[in-house]
Nanobody
Framework: QVPLVESGGGLVQTKGSLRLSCAAS????????MGWFRQAPGKEREFVAT????????YYAGAVEGRFTISRDNAKKTVYLEMNDLKPEDTAIYYC????????????????????WGQGTQVTVSS
């Protein structure tokens, strides 16, 4: 069974919005931190946002702060990424991540250091 499954990606116009979801099937589920990373063609995977187990601590990359919002529902084992005012440079495959460490450590983790990754969902923003 795939531990993390993303959904909600798609094609949207500039200044449009999308909401990504990532559902976990892990047992036990927590505590953990979760987050979103993205990878554009020809570029390395980069941090987008992370959130603590309680949801009380969040971190954002500068490029998305003020436009994206990360949230989670532990009862549903799901993390969300609300993306507004999308720009063509947001085009990428978005990956969900789950780790037993803190949200601050997750945001700087290398791909090999993260406990679980989703399979990714494509987000394309047309100009």
């Amino acid at each position: 069974q795939v531990p993390l499954v993303e959904s909600g990606g798609g094609l949207v116009q500039t200044k449009g919005s999308l909401r990504l979801s990532c559902a976990a099937s892990l047992q036990p589920f927590g505590p953990n931190s979760m987050g979103w990373f993205r990878q554009a063609p020809g570029k390395e995977r980069e941090f987008v946002a992370t959130i603590s187990w309680s949801g009380g601590t969040t971190y954002y990359a500068g490029a998305v702060e003020g436009r994206f919002t990360i949230s989670r529902d532990n009862a549903k084992k799901t993390v969300y990424l609300e993306m507004n005012d999308l720009k063509p440079e947001d085009t990428a495959i978005y990956y969900c991540a789950l780790d037993s460490g803190t949200a601050s450590l997750l945001k700087v983790a290398t791909p090999d250091e993260v406990d679980y990754w989703g399979q990714g969902t494509q987000v394309t923003v047309s100009s």
